[in-house]
């Protein structure tokens, strides 16, 4: 079954282009794209896509407001992948708090697209880890200890491994190597720190552990 998709960006070649490279893909369907945050909503009601590309500065209503909204439902749909120019925006902080599950640049390469929409459309959704551990250095608040909120369970020094890892820039299978264990160990790590965190997906793991100071830190 094809992955569907909703583009929703105001520049009429990026939604083009990005429609474009997407419908080349034999597992990716797009069923709209709109100029707005309005009617991105309403598409996202029509068409119950899988994900959502969503730029962050729209007119009549913006990516963050989008994401707010749509991340309030049930049922985890659409995932959505913010689209940023990356010029220290500060809204995407608040996105990836409101719920967004990646990132991606407007610059990205073809391929680059592809691996966001088909990764966040299985909930692996960190995309680019260069650019979140960019966004978090950079957006974290200043007293990061103070504003990370404490895990409903002491996290194990193995799982501290894993989440200081990710939030590096790590992929799973990097994390795996590293750690010399499994890669279905990694991700039972993760399925249970984000339980311990009540974090909606990984970029949320990642914030955290800026925020937390933990990535900070030396093993």
Do not use: C
Request: net charge negative; hydrophobic share 45%; proline share 5%.
């Amino acid at each position: 079954m094809a992955i569907t998709v909703v583009i929703a960006d105001d520049q009429d070649m990026v939604r083009t282009g990005f429609r474009m490279i997407l419908e080349s893909q034999d597992d990716i369907e797009v069923l709209a794209d709109v100029v707005d945050g309005e009617s991105a909503l309403a598409a996202v009601e029509t068409h119950d896509p899988d994900v959502l590309l969503l730029d962050i500065r729209m007119p009549r209503l913006d990516g963050l407001e989008v994401t707010r909204r749509l991340s309030a439902r049930d049922g985890g749909r659409p995932r959505i992948v913010i689209v940023t120019t990356f010029d220290r925006d500060e809204y995407v902080h608040a996105a990836l708090r409101g719920g967004a599950s990646g990132f991606l640049l407007k610059d990205a390469s073809p391929a680059m697209l592809v691996e966001a929409v088909r990764a966040a459309a299985v909930g692996d959704s960190l995309v680019s880890p260069a650019i979140t551990v960019r966004l978090l250095r950079e957006l974290t608040p200043a007293e990061p200890v103070r504003a990370a909120r404490a895990p409903s369970e002491p996290l194990t020094q193995r799982e501290q491994d894993v989440i200081r890892a990710l939030a590096r820039g790590a992929t799973n299978a990097e994390i795996a190597a590293s750690l010399y264990v499994s890669l279905s160990t990694v991700k039972t790590h993760l399925a249970n720190v984000q339980a311990k965190l009540d974090a909606r997906n990984r970029v949320e793991i990642a914030a955290w552990a800026w925020e937390s100071g933990l990535a900070k830190r030396n093993p």
